[in-house]
């Protein structure tokens, strides 16, 4: 019995763009595109009716954008691989989307072949980044903007292991206002606004473990 196929959506505000990742797949029995969305908030809904593999999702559209679409994929629980296919490389589209939980992250120049086999790589759940974004986050963990000191990672260590603000106060012999203190600083230096994002940063980079 051969396998299932992969099942796509397609999320991009551009109908020709769309139309144009469709026809990349079309004619392939190894893929399916079940539908086609034109803003996050949609491809989240489509998303949770119909249990897609592989999203490809756009990040710059009207309104929800794709990086809030991934978190709010997250937030759900819905277990669609999602893989960014966007013009833009710059720090502020690739770390974002890649702290949000993005499987993978392609520039839309990628080659018809390329794209395939990167949907294949997402759909078994393995990274996948175009040459230049992943050059742009080695370069973000060998230079680190500001690096935590040892008290902030402790911290950090803590709060991965599911420690409350509280407890961590109570452990470190602190107050819990220094706890808040050290987690403002370690958000600022990793470029984040939570501490789910803060621990996924951190584990990226080897920070903990």
Do not use: W
């Not at 292991?161 to 220094?178: D, H, K, M």
Request: hydrophobic share 45%; no cysteine; charged share 25%.
């Amino acid at each position: 019995m051969a396998d299932d196929p992969i099942r796509l959506l397609i999320a991009d505000d551009h109908p020709i763009v769309r139309d144009g990742i469709r026809g990349m797949f079309a004619g392939d029995p190894d893929f399916e595109v079940l539908a086609e969305a034109e803003n996050g908030a949609r491809a989240v809904e489509l998303a949770r009716a119909l249990s897609p593999d592989v999203i490809l999702m756009d990040l710059r559209m009207p309104g929800m954008d794709g990086v809030a679409a991934i978190k709010e994929l997250t937030r759900l629980g819905i277990g669609a691989r999602v893989l960014v296919l966007t013009t833009y490389d710059t720090d502020r589209d690739v770390l974002p989307a890649i702290e949000a939980g993005a499987t993978g992250y392609l520039l839309k120049d990628t080659r018809r072949d390329d794209l395939i086999r990167a949907v294949r790589t997402a759909a078994r759940g393995e990274s996948v980044l175009s040459p230049s974004v992943a050059t742009r986050l080695v370069g973000q963990v060998r230079t680190p903007a500001d690096p935590l000191s040892a008290r902030e990672l402790e911290v950090l260590d803590l709060i991965a292991q599911g420690t409350t603000n509280r407890e961590v106060a109570a452990r470190l012999f602190v107050s819990e206002a220094t706890v808040k203190s050290h987690l403002l600083h370690i958000y600022a230096k990793l470029g984040v606004n939570d501490r789910a994002a803060a621990v996924a940063v951190a584990f990226r980079r080897g920070l903990i473990g």
